[in-house]
C-alpha cells in the first residue's frame, strides 16, 4: 500500500490560512466545549458572514479553498480515517487524497499564462473530525424534480454506513420547510436499496419555505451535525446562509451542497446530473415529431424542452438527433416576421424538405410575447420568472402566419415532454455521475469541511465554495465554437434582428466592417461539456 500523507508538495509556498498542516491535521490549539458529540462556542462569536478563504502560490496560483471546522472551532480532535481498514479500498494504492491535490478551472492556457484558479480535490483525507457512533446526518431535497435525486439520496447513505460506519441519517420530509413543518424520515441502506430505480425524489421536496433561524434551530436541536443539501442555485444559496448561521453559532456541523438542475446552468461545474437523461429522454419527443412531421405534407413538429434560462437541453437534444431544422434557445434571439425571420426560414425548408423539426426552450422567445400574455415580474416561491408557454404561442403563431400568408397549408403538431423528461429514473452514466457526487460530498464532511458544493472541475470533482457557484448562471455563449457546431448541423440562420436586417440592407455599398462579435478562444464551457460527453464515463471519475 502507497505513502498514506505523501510530504512532496505539487504546489510550491502555500499558505492555507486557517486549514490544515500538510498532512490534513489542524494548524490551531485552542480548546473548545464539547456536549453530545456536538461542539458550540458562544453566540455571537463569529460574523455573519466569513471571508473566502483565497492561497496565493507561485505563477500565478490561486486557490479558492472552502471553509473547514477548525477555522471558526479550533483545536477539534482528529481521528483515523476508517476507510484504512475499509476492505473495499485495501486494493486502492493511495486511497487518501494529498492535502496540495488541487484541480486548475482552466485547462487550456498559452505559454508564460499564469497557473490560475483551483480548487481543493475531493476525496477521503487522512484523518476526520468526526466520531463515526456521533454522526448524526440529514438530507433534504428542494426545488423542481430532476432524474437522479434518489441516486444521490440512496449513495449518501450507502456512502456513510458502508465507508465510515454512520448509522444515524434522517431524511427532511418536503424541502426547507421539513426542517421545522414535518417530520424526519430514517434512512438506512435497507430502505433505500431501491430508490434509484424510481424518478422524483423519496423524501418530497418544495419551493421556498427558507426560514434560516428556524431551519438552523431544528438542526440544533436534533443534534444533526452533517446536513446534505441537493437543489439547484436557489437552493445552494439558501444552503451557504445556513452555513453562515451555523458558523455564526459555533456549531460543529457540516453543511454539504449537491448541485441540482436540469438545466446545466450551475456555474464552474462541468455538468449537473440529470442533465444527460435529460437529452436522451428528449430525444424520444424530437423522434416522435420528426415521425409525425415527416408523414404528412409540409409538417411541422414543434417541440419544446426545458431551458428557463440556459438553452443546454435544447443545444444538446438538437445536435444529438440530428432531425432538427431550427432550434431556439433564451440566449440567441430571433424574430418572426420579415426577411431573415422565422417564417421565412420555415416556408424555405418545406419547400425545400416538404417537413421540419423545431425545438424551442422553455425561456426561448419570451420578449417577442405581448405584454398582455407577459408574467416578467412575477415569480415562484423560488425566485424564478415565472413564464408563458412559449411553445403554445409559438405554434399558433406560426398557424397564424401561414393561414394569412395562404401559399401554403401547413400541419403542425405541438408536444410539450417536460415534466415527463424531469420525472424519469435516471441512466446509467447519471447513476455513476451521482454516485461520485454523493461519495465525494461524505468525504469532505467527515473531513471536516464545510460551506462547500460538489462537482466536477475538467473531469475531476472539487470542493467549491458556494459564493463561486451563486455568483451567476451557465448559460450557452453564442460565439463559442458549440453553438457554431448547431447551426453548421441544422444549417438554421442565426437569427439576427430585423432592425440590424435594414441597417445591413443601408450599408451595402459602404466598405464591410469589422464584425462585433467573432469567434471566442479556447476552453469554453460548451466545449468542455461536449468533450465530457464524448468521453462518456470518464468526466466523472474522482
Not at 106 to 124: E, N, Q
Not at 266 to 271: G, N, R
Not at 300 to 314: E, F, Q, T
Not at 513 to 526: E, I
Request: proline letters at 5%; charged letters at 20%.
Amino acid at each position: 500500500m502507497g505513502s498514506l500523507c505523501n510530504t512532496s508538495s505539487p504546489v510550491p509556498a502555500l499558505k492555507f490560512r486557517g486549514g490544515l498542516d500538510r498532512c490534513g491535521n489542524p494548524n490551531s490549539s485552542v480548546g473548545s466545549n464539547s456536549k453530545n458529540g456536538s461542539v458550540q462556542l458562544p453566540m455571537g462569536s463569529f460574523s455573519g458572514n466569513s471571508q473566502p478563504k483565497i492561497v496565493t502560490g507561485e505563477a500565478g496560483y490561486v486557490l479558492e479553498d472552502v471553509p473547514h471546522l477548525i477555522d471558526y472551532i479550533p483545536d477539534l480532535p482528529t481521528l483515523p480515517n476508517p476507510l484504512q481498514d475499509n476492505p473495499a479500498y485495501s486494493v486502492v494504492k493511495q486511497y487518501f487524497v494529498n492535502v496540495d491535490d488541487t484541480v486548475a478551472q482552466k485547462i487550456v492556457v498559452h505559454k508564460g499564462s499564469p497557473r490560475g484558479t483551483h480548487f481543493r480535490r475531493a476525496g477521503p483525507r487522512q484523518k476526520v473530525y468526526f466520531e463515526s457512533d456521533e454522526v448524526r446526518a440529514c438530507i433534504v431535497t428542494c426545488g423542481g424534480l430532476c432524474p437522479g435525486l434518489n441516486t444521490v439520496i440512496r449513495e449518501i447513505v450507502c456512502g456513510l454506513h458502508h465507508m465510515y460506519g454512520v448509522k444515524k441519517v434522517l431524511g427532511i420530509d418536503g424541502g426547507y420547510r421539513g426542517f421545522y413543518a414535518r417530520n424526519t424520515i430514517a434512512l438506512t441502506p435497507k430502505t433505500v436499496n431501491d430508490i434509484h430505480k424510481r424518478g422524483g425524489t423519496v423524501l418530497g421536496t418544495s419551493r421556498g419555505g427558507h426560514d434560516t433561524g428556524k431551519i438552523v434551530d431544528s438542526i440544533q436541536d436534533r443534534g444533526i451535525n452533517q446536513v446534505y443539501i441537493i437543489g439547484g442555485d436557489g437552493t445552494q444559496r439558501g444552503a451557504s446562509v445556513i452555513y453562515e448561521e451555523i458558523r455564526r453559532r459555533g456549531l460543529k456541523v457540516a453543511v454539504a451542497g449537491i448541485p441540482k438542475t436540469i438545466d446545466n446552468d450551475i456555474p464552474v461545474i462541468d455538468k449537473s446530473f440529470g442533465f444527460d437523461t435529460a437529452v436522451e429522454e428528449a430525444q424520444r419527443a424530437i423522434n416522435a415529431a420528426h415521425v409525425e412531421s415527416d408523414s404528412i405534407e409540409n409538417g411541422i413538429g414543434l417541440v419544446k424542452l426545458m431551458g428557463r434560462y440556459s438553452g443546454y437541453i435544447a443545444m444538446y437534444a438538437t445536435l444529438a438527433s440530428r432531425d432538427v431544422d431550427c432550434c431556439l434557445i433564451p440566449e440567441s434571439p430571433f424574430y418572426l416576421e420579415g426577411a431573415g425571420g422565422l417564417f421565412e426560414y420555415i416556408e424555405k425548408r418545406l419547400k425545400e424538405n416538404g417537413h421540419m423539426v423545431i425545438v424551442i426552450a422553455e425561456g426561448a422567445g419570451q420578449e417577442l410575447l405581448s405584454e398582455v400574455l407577459r408574467s416578467s415580474h412575477q415569480q415562484d416561491a423560488s425566485g424564478n420568472k415565472l413564464l408563458q408557454d412559449v411553445g403554445l404561442w409559438i405554434s399558433q403563431s406560426i398557424k397564424d402566419h401561414f393561414s394569412r400568408q395562404k401559399k401554403m397549408a401547413i400541419n403542425l403538431k405541438y408536444i410539450d415532454p417536460t415534466y415527463m423528461i424531469r420525472a424519469i429514473p435516471s441512466n446509467a452514466s447519471d447513476n455513476v455521475y451521482c454516485t461520485l457526487l454523493a461519495q465525494s460530498a461524505v468525504h469532505g464532511a467527515m473531513a471536516g469541511y464545510t460551506g462547500f458544493t460538489v462537482g466536477p472541475v475538467n473531469g475531476r470533482h472539487c470542493y467549491i465554495p458556494f459564493y463561486r457557484i451563486n455568483e451567476g448562471q451557465n448559460n450557452v455563449v453564442i460565439t463559442d465554437r458549440m453553438w457554431a457546431r448547431l447551426l453548421s448541423s441544422t444549417n438554421q440562420p442565426s437569427f439576427i434582428t430585423a432592425k440590424d436586417v435594414i441597417e445591413d440592407s443601408r450599408e451595402e455599398e459602404e466598405p464591410p466592417k469589422t464584425p462585433k462579435t467573432q469567434m471566442s478562444d479556447d476552453n469554453s464551457t460548451d466545449d468542455k461539456l461536449m468533450v465530457n460527453k464524448e468521453m462518456n464515463g470518464h468526466a466523472v471519475t474522482g
